[in-house]
C-alpha cells in the first residue's frame, strides 16, 4: 500500500548545481524498533553521511531540498508520522540550509492493519559538499514481531524539538500583508531568549517561503517571510502555520499563531 509523502517544489530559488553521486557518499538502514502501547509501530531511518557530507531536514531552506519518500510495495502500512530530530543549520554558499551531517536516526511511527507489517520503498534527497548531488536509495524491512527497544531511536525521539508549552511559549501572533506573488507574514513569538542566533523557520502548506529575518526584542522573538502560494485558490490557514525557533542546540516546534 503506498503512502502519500509531502512534496515541496521549489519555486523562484535558486538551487544549488548538481552532479552525479559518488559511489558511498550515503547509505541507508531501517532499525526494526518496536511496538508502541497504541499499537502503532516505531522504526527508525538511519541515514549515513560521508566524512563531510550533510543532508536535508523537512524544510530545507532557500538552496536544500526536502527529502521525498516512495512507500510502493509496502503492505499492511496505511500511515507514516516523522518525528524528526533537531536539525543544524549550515551556511551553504551564503544561504542557510538546514540539515544533518554524519549519521542521522529519523523515527517514523506507522500505522497498519497487522501484527505483521512489510516496509520497502525509496528515499529521494539531496547531499552536499563542495557540490550538491541527488541520491536515491531503497529501503526495505519486514516486522513480523513486536520488537524491543532500541536506543538509536530512543535518543532521536529525545532530541525532537521542544514542545511550545515546555519551552515557556505563551503567546504566538501572525499577521499577513499582500505582496506582488503572495503575502508578507510576520510571526510575533512570545518566548525566553535561546542565544543570540536564533532562527526561525516557518513552512505553511501548499506554499513556499523565503528564508526568515528573525529580531528580538526583549521577550518577543519576531520572524518575516514571504509566503508565494503552490496552488490554486490558496487561503492562509494561522492554525496550519508552523514555527521552529532554532539556537544554541536546541528547538522549539510551534503549532498554528492567531491572527
Same mark, same amino acid.
Given at each position: 500500500m503506498r503512502v502519500a509523502a509531502a512534496i515541496i517544489a521549489l519555486f523562484g530559488i535558486s538551487s544549488p548545481a548538481f552532479a552525479e553521486a559518488p559511489q558511498g557518499v550515503a547509505t541507508i538502514d %531501517? %532499525? =526494526? $524498533?518496536?511496538? /508502541? =502501547?497504541? $499499537?502503532t509501530r516505531m522504526v527508525g531511518l538511519k541515514i549515513t553521511l560521508a566524512d $563531510?557530507?550533510? /543532508?536535508?531536514? !523537512?524544510a530545507p531552506g532557500d538552496a536544500g531540498i526536502p527529502p521525498q519518500f516512495e512507500w510502493t510495495g509496502s503492505e499492511n502500512i496505511s500511515g507514516a508520522a516523522f518525528h524528526w530530530p533537531t536539525p543544524e543549520l549550515f551556511d551553504t554558499n551564503g544561504a542557510v540550509t538546514i540539515g544533518y551531517h554524519g549519521t542521522v536516526v529519523i523515527p517514523i511511527e506507522l500505522t497498519g492493519d497487522g501484527d505483521t507489517m512489510y516496509l520497502s520503498g525509496e528515499i529521494d534527497m539531496g547531499v552536499c559538499n563542495d557540490i550538491c548531488v541527488p541520491v536515491s536509495?531503497?529501503?526495505?524491512?519486514?516486522?513480523?514481531?513486536?520488537g524491543g527497544p532500541n536506543a538509536a531511536i530512543a535518543g532521536a525521539l529525545i532530541d525532537q524539538p521542544m /514542545?511550545?508549552? !515546555?519551552?515557556?511559549?505563551s503567546k504566538v501572533q501572525c499577521s499577513a500583508v499582500p505582496i506582488r506573488d503572495g503575502l508578507r507574514l510576520t510571526a510575533s513569538i512570545e518566548m525566553p531568549t535561546f542565544d543570540d542566533n536564533e532562527f526561525v523557520v516557518v513552512e505553511a502548506p501548499g506554499a513556499w517561503v523565503s528564508e526568515s529575518h528573525s529580531t528580538r526584542d526583549g521577550g518577543v522573538l519576531t520572524a518575516t517571510v514571504d509566503v508565494v502560494p503552490m496552488v490554486q485558490g490558496y487561503m492562509l490557514d494561522r492554525s496550519q502555520i508552523r514555527l521552529t525557533v532554532l539556537g544554541a542546540g536546541r528547538a522549539v516546534d510551534i503549532q498554528g499563531c492567531t491572527g
Open positions: %531501517i %532499525i =526494526p $524498533g518496536w511496538q /508502541t =502501547p497504541s $499499537g $563531510g557530507w550533510k /543532508t536535508y531536514w !523537512r536509495l531503497n529501503f526495505d524491512a519486514l516486522l513480523a514481531d513486536k /514542545t511550545a508549552d !515546555r519551552a515557556n511559549v
